[in-house]
Each structure stands twice: as C-alpha cells, then as structure tokens.
C-alpha cells in the first residue's frame, strides 16, 4: 500500500526483455539507503518487488500482465520514473491509499501553464473514467492527485509547483503514456452498487437523495 507521495525520481539503467516479461534496473541514491529484498516499491504507480540490489541500483522483474497493463512496456535506458516506498503503519497519508495496481494506461493530451500551476489533460477509457469524480482521487503515475474536470473520454488534473518539480510530470510531453489507478474505495463501491440491482445508485437518485447537487451530476458520467 502506497500513499501517492513521490519520494524520489529514479533513472532506469537497464530494461532486460524475456518475452513477454522485463526485469528493470533503476539508479535511486534515496530509497536505496533503507530497503531489503524482497520489499515493495511504486515504480511510475506499479507495484514492484525488489528482486536485487547493487549499492543505489535497483533491480525489479515485472510478469507480463503488469507489463501490458502499465506503461512499464515503454521504459527504455534514461527513462525517469516515480518512486515510492510501501508506507508503513503510522505514517502520515498526505495522498490517499493507493495499491500500485494500474488499472490502466491513459495519454497526455494537454499540459498548461496557468499562474504557478500546471493543469494537465489525460486521455483515458470509459472504463477508466466510469469510476472518477469530480474532487475524487486518482493515482497518476504513482502521484496522488485530485479530480477537477471529467468528460466521456478525458479528465484533468492540476498540479503544484512542488509536485511538478519533483515527479516526472517535469519530463511529461504531450503524447506521453501515464499510468492510471482509480480510488480503492470508489471501485468497490461500483462493483457493489452494478452488482445489487436493488440498491443500485445512479446520478439522478443520489441527487433526489441530497448527496449531489445538480453541478455535481452535470459533471459526473454514468
């Protein structure tokens, strides 16, 4: 379990193919100081377990469902990755819980600048967008972010000096794949919510409910 907040951006050294499954190598001085084999870790939002270890030199082998699922299948040598360790029990959660299980992988189509800000427009499925809502969490590329804007095939998000600065979000160009994974908690309650016909929920009864207003249900997708 993760909590979205980048603790450092690594390098990728090496990218080793055996089919359709890679073992990467990844240069990071901060996180290398306190971890074991064996221990998980946030690579651009995807769980990975630490397979090896040469001084600051990390080496992960991800199964060929992860490398279809996730952007992983993009990395070559020089590629700057997100990384987080597993959060231990009684850490501050300053993102929210985030597994690293991606559940898909979305693409860049905008980055603006606006003030000190940046607001960024991603691309991505319907069976991704179906679980997003406004003000709601989203993990991109391991960075725990907020949902502002949400359409039948896109979403936005914005991003603060500090978190532009010290992700790959600084390296990010339009066209870029990002690796998504919806809210733990959003995703059972629809799979609860489709399967129990009875009690299932949709915009329109949650608004006759009191628990959206019409904003929120002209900004929301079914």
Not at 42 to 64: K, M
Request: charge should be negative; aromatic fraction near 6%; glycine fraction near 10%.
């Amino acid at each position: 379990m993760f909590t979205g907040i980048v603790e450092e951006i690594g390098k990728t050294i090496q990218v080793q193919r055996s089919g359709a499954a890679i073992r990467v190598t990844i240069a990071a001085s901060l996180i290398s100081n306190d971890i074991a084999l064996g221990d998980s870790v946030s690579v651009n939002g995807a769980c990975l377990t630490l397979s090896s270890q040469a001084r600051n030199h990390l080496s992960f082998d991800a199964v060929p469902e992860t490398v279809e699922r996730t952007s992983l299948k993009y990395l070559i040598p020089g590629s700057p990755v997100n990384l987080e360790r597993a959060m231990r029990v009684g850490d501050r959660i300053g993102g929210h819980f985030v597994q690293g299980h991606v559940d898909g992988v979305g693409v860049l189509q905008g980055l603006e600048r606006k003030d000190n800000a940046r607001l960024l427009t991603i691309q991505a499925d319907v069976d991704l967008l179906k679980y997003m809502v406004p003000k709601g969490s989203v993990a991109v590329d391991g960075v725990s972010l907020t949902l502002d804007w949400i359409s039948d095939s896109a979403f936005t998000v914005w991003i603060i000096p500090h978190t532009f600065d010290n992700t790959v979000f600084r390296y990010r160009k339009i066209g870029d794949k990002l690796n998504l994974e919806n809210d733990l908690i959003g995703k059972y309650v629809a799979r609860y919510a489709a399967g129990n016909s009875q009690s299932r929920l949709d915009t329109i009864k949650l608004v006759e409910l009191g628990y959206l207003d019409d904003y929120d249900s002209e900004n929301s997708i079914g």
